[in-house]
């Protein structure tokens, strides 16, 4: 499944529900079922800088592609979060990179976030292309190299 | 105020951040800019004179509500901030020095911390912080304590933005009297509660913003006594503060205007004038008798939830409630709430330190005011309900 299709696949869970609080349910599911964070993981070099809640993402490349795993200290952001693994964990940095993100107009998330939340939904989107960038950048130039998010900024 | 957001009515528990507009108020700022819209203290023209002459019958009728001894000791800023910044800058100019200390408390909002922190780097100054118990309330004894040699103001706020606790200013204020040191009051939140009497209460300066008190946003009142007032050098250059200006030397105007440079938002100004006639008018020991029950009924329905624990349990309260539910995040539950048409504040409500003293990162704070109902908080309690249906 191509991220579009994994896109198509969130709208069309979305789309089953019209009331926005239904909607928020199933992000508050989507939160609560993402894997833990392992505590190690937990660190401020991880947090995303503009979510007003907590959000730390991690990064791990495996075979040319991007895992991500993340926690939240509320838990519509860890939906929200959890959605945006459920696109990018597990592909490549170029797909990452690459992505033209349609979903989140389609299911009215934007719309229905507060301004610094839709803020942060921006934030961790683009924490994860640079993420996406910076591995994609020492692919070509040091094979298997792990960045830190310091020399992604 | 008639709304519906969400296709719900509104429920508005957001006062101690703003509150809504009498319709009065409206229209007399509308009736300003109509009517007779000209700058004040300016023209030799009739519109200027109409207009200079609203602007100084909304100073007296401020004075006297804050029951403050003469007009001059009243001047017109844009709000709380602009007040404290006024203060810590005219004040750390004129009596300030190295080593000395200005004492504040642990419950301020940052407009009454950051302002003296800057003085402080500015003058070589020394910042000393009031504690508070665990249930938010200074502790007088500490503050006795802090008080030393080289204390020169100490700045507290009459109730907590944060937790709605009412802080003793007047035994405070006693207390820095007795060592001849001056008092500031940050008023923002008091004086809405009908708490600002200034012979009463004895304070040196008082700040607050008109906007929540039912005025205008962008206008706002530094209460000083004129002997301080007098002694303090302006902390703005500019038009209607001078008497004369040549480029050798300019002379300052007499109070308040040597405090109020450049065109002050004079129609906000009339609305706040308004704002307190319609207050009078309506009786504040009504409000206060009312808001006063607002805050027994909303104390007693969100303490009957187990997952609901109340930060500052005070009994001396304004109707302000910080309360945080187990296990869910603030912002989750604004959120909820929000969609439900509830609209509360989530976060640490500019008051970082507070949030520390109590081991959190931030609460949900419903602020109520006279206009709010019984009912409004029956459904902010089924709205509670929802959320911990959701999230727990």
Partial sequence: ?153 | MQREVYGKKLVYFDNAATTQKPQCVIDAVDEVYKNYNANVHRGVHALSDMASEAYENAREKIRAFINAEKKEEIIFTSGTTASINAVAFSFGEKYIKPGDEIIISHLEHHSNIVPWQMMCERKGAKLKVIPVNDNGEIILDEYIKLISGKTRLVAVTQVSNALGIVVPVREITDIAHKYDIPVLIDGAQGIQHGMADMRSIGCDFYAFSGHKIYGPAGIGVLYGKEKYLEEMPPYQGGGDMIKSVTFEKTVFNDLPFKFEAGTTNFPAAVGLGKAVDYLKSTGIEGITAWENKLLSYATEKLSAFDEVNIIGNSLNKMPIISFVIRGIHHYDAGMILDKLGIAVRTGNHCAQPVMDRFGIDGTIRLSMCFYNTTDEIDILAKGIEKVLELFL
């Avoid at chain 1, 198509?8 to 789309?15: D, H, K, L």
């Avoid at chain 1, 838990?75 to 989140?104: C, D, Q």
């Fill in chain 1, 1 to 153: 499944m191509d991220i579009n299709e994994a896109q198509n696949r969130i709208i069309e869970e979305f789309s089953a529900f019209d009331d926005w609080m239904d909607r928020y349910s199933l992000l508050i599911e989507k939160g609560k079922e993402l894997p833990t964070l392992e505590p190690s993981h937990k660190k401020n070099e991880y947090l995303i800088e503009g979510c007003q809640s907590k959000v730390w993402l991690y990064p791990e490349f495996k075979n040319g592609k991007i895992f991500f795993s993340a926690d939240s200290d509320a838990l519509i952001t860890k939906g929200i979060v959890a959605l945006l693994i459920e696109l990018f964990s597990g592909r490549t940095p170029h797909e990452i990179k690459n992505a033209e993100l349609y979903f989140i107009d389609k299911i009215g998330l934007r719309q229905n976030l507060s301004p610094t939340r839709a803020n942060g939904l921006l934030a961790m989107i683009k924490q994860m292309r640079l993420y996406a960038m910076a591995y994609e950048y020492k692919m070509k130039n040091q094979p298997d190299g792990n960045p830190s998010q310091q020399n992604t900024k």
